[in-house]
C-alpha cells in the first residue's frame, strides 16, 4: 500500500463520509469501502479511471474537480456533510489548486493531501548539477509530458495552506526510503529537504 494511503488510514475513522477528489481507478476508495465501511465517494476526470472504479462497484461520478467542487453543497448546510476530502497526490496536477482547495474546505470537516515535494534534495541535485527539470521515482515524467503542472515545496504548501485558512492538525514527511516521519508546520526545513512527499492533515 502507498504511504501516504497508510498515514491517511490512521486519521480516518471507520464508517464516515469521504470524497475522494482525483480518485482515478478508485484503489483508496475501495479499501474504505470494503475495510473502514465508510461511505465512500470519488470523482475523476477520466472516463477509463472512471470505469474501472464503477466496474468495482464504487460510487464514482466523472467531473472536472476543478470545476464541479463548487457544486456540492457546504458543509454548513448539508445534512451529512462529507467527514473527508482526500487530495492523494492530485493538487499538483489541478489548474487551480488553491481554488481546489477552498472548495474541500468548503464541503468537508478535514481535508487530507499528499504532495510531491519538488525542494527534496535529489530534486535540487538534479537541477544543479545537470541543469534539467528532475526525473525521480516521485516525478517521473519528463518535463514535456508531465500531468503535474503546479509543483511546490512543503513550505510552498505550508503558506498556501494557511492562506486558505485551514489548520494544519498533522504534518509528515515521507523520505526516499519510504519512512513517515512527524514534523512541524513551523519548522519544515528538514522535511522540506529529506521528503520526497508530504502529507497532511487540515481542518
Known amino acids: 500500500m ?18 475522494d477528489i482525483g480518485c482515478g481507478e478508485g484503489e483508496f476508495l475501495e479499501i474504505l469501502k ?20 464503477l466496474s468495482k462497484g ?3 461520478v466523472q467531473g472536472d474537480a476543478d470545476k464541479e467542487l463548487q457544486f456540492f453543497p457546504a458543509k454548513e448546510v448539508a445534512p451529512e456533510a462529507f467527514d473527508y476530502a482526500i487530495l492523494a497526490n492530485t493538487l499538483q496536477a489541478m489548474k487551480h489548486p488553491k481554488e481546489t482547495l477552498e472548495q474541500a ?17 535529489a530534486n535540487r541535485l538534479q ?14 515524467y519528463e518535463w514535456y509530458e508531465t500531468p503535474n503542472i503546479h509543483f511546490s515545496t512543503l ?5 498556501l495552506v494557511k492562506k486558505v485558512g485551514y489548520n494544519i492538525d498533522y504534518s509528515y514527511y515521507i523520505t526516499d526510503s519510504g519512512v513517515p516521519r512527524r514534523f512541524s ?5 528538514m522535511a522540506n529537504l529529506f521528503g520526497r512527499t508530504g502529507v497532511f492533515v487540515l481542518s
Open 2 to 19: 502507498r504511504k501516504d494511503y497508510e498515514i491517511f488510514f490512521k486519521h480516518i475513522k471507520p464508517q464516515s463520509k469521504v470524497l
Open 34 to 53: 470494503n475495510v473502514y465501511s465508510c461511505h465512500a465517494y470519488g470523482i475523476d476526470i477520466e472516463s477509463e479511471r472512471v470505469a474501472s472504479a
Open 58 to 60: 464504487l460510487s464514482v
Open 105 to 121: 474546505r468548503r464541503v468537508s470537516k478535514k481535508t487530507l493531501v499528499s504532495i510531491p515535494n519538488f525542494g527534496f534534495y
Open 127 to 140: 537541477l544543479l548539477l545537470k541543469g534539467k527539470m528532475p526525473v525521480t521515482k516521485q516525478l517521473s
Open 155 to 159: 513550505t510552498d504548501f505550508i503558506v
Open 185 to 189: 508546520p513551523s519548522t519544515p526545513h
